[in-house]
């Protein structure tokens, strides 16, 4: 009973009465029926609070859930720069993937969450042209995914900024500058081609 009750209490944002399940020794990894970790639970909720209550008491930030979430994945995925940071400060690793062998970057790109593409795009070592399932890069995907507006645009120039390879091209062998053109997205095609 334990177990359905420390996920409860994650869910209801219940600080104190998580405090208690895990100093009475419940297992801060604990997860539901979906296999979502309480910390996955508590990012999916935007509770940060409860998530850093997690991480100081060894939440592991990299366990997935059935469909290959973890709670850094999807704090990327969703902008939550604050996790992300948090995270990448408690063991986030890299060579964990989404359920389309993405990053958490490629995602953060497509949704043009700005800063967390900052973050991520310089983070010591992170895979920045990682090649997810569908051959996309992330600047591939802000490319293709993005609607060309300013935050977009923002977010190659990060990526160029950060090292970023801009030539990588899809599994048809078209380049992101080429979609971009194709999108006749001009401010992209200006940055791509400097």
């Not at 297992?27 to 979906?34: A, P």
């Not at 909720?45 to 997935?64: F, H, I, P, S, W």
């Not at 989404?98 to 991520?120: D, M, S």
């Not at 042209?129 to 935050?151: C, F, I, P, Y």
Request: proline fraction near 3%; charge should be negative.
């Amino acid at each position: 009973m334990e177990k359905e009750n420390i996920v409860l209490y994650v869910k209801q944002n219940n600080i104190e009465a998580t405090k208690k399940a895990l100093e009475e020794g419940v297992h801060v990894d604990t997860q539901d029926e979906n296999k979502r970790s309480l910390l996955l639970l508590a990012t999916i909720q935007r509770y940060d609070e409860m998530a850093a209550l997690l991480v100081a008491k060894g939440a592991n930030v990299n366990l997935q859930d059935k469909i290959q979430d973890s709670p850094f994945l999807y704090a990327g995925a969703n902008g939550q720069t604050s996790l992300v940071n948090l995270f990448l400060d408690h063991g986030a690793r890299f060579d964990v993937f989404n359920r389309y062998n993405g990053t958490a970057l490629i995602p953060a790109c497509e949704r043009g969450h700005v800063e967390t593409v900052k973050v991520l795009a310089n983070t010591k070592g992170f895979p920045i042209d990682h090649v997810n399932r569908l051959g996309w890069t992330a600047l591939m995907e802000a490319v293709v995914l993005g609607d060309g507006s300013q935050k977009y645009q923002q977010i190659i120039q990060l990526l160029k900024d950060a090292g970023a390879n801009l030539s990588i091209p899809d599994f048809e062998g078209i380049s992101p500058l080429q979609h971009a053109k194709n999108r006749d997205f001009k401010e992209i095609v200006a940055i791509l081609s400097k």
